[in-house]
């Protein structure tokens, strides 16, 4: 019994969001496979480099509530 959704999302057309950037991505499997990876890194570079240190003196790590005893 299909209640109009398959168990494979890009059966009925709905591949998602990695579906939709690798599609828009030019070049063959292999150009879009390292503008992925590049894409990637550099994402994680941001987030290394940029918004983890601004984040981090907002972030409770350092407020512990264990006493010396």
Excluded at 5 to 28: A, E, K, Q, T
Excluded at 50 to 68: I, M, R
Aim: hydrophobic share 50%; charged share 15%; aromatic share 18%.
């Amino acid at each position: 019994m299909t209640y109009g959704v398959s168990l494979v999302p890009w059966r009925d057309g709905r591949d998602g969001m990695y579906g939709w950037i690798w599609r828009h991505l030019p070049g063959n499997a292999w150009v879009k496979a390292l503008i992925s990876l590049a894409l990637a890194l550099a994402v994680v570079y941001i987030l290394f480099q940029y918004v983890f240190p601004w984040a981090e003196p907002l972030l409770p790590f350092n407020d512990v509530t264990v006493d010396n005893q």
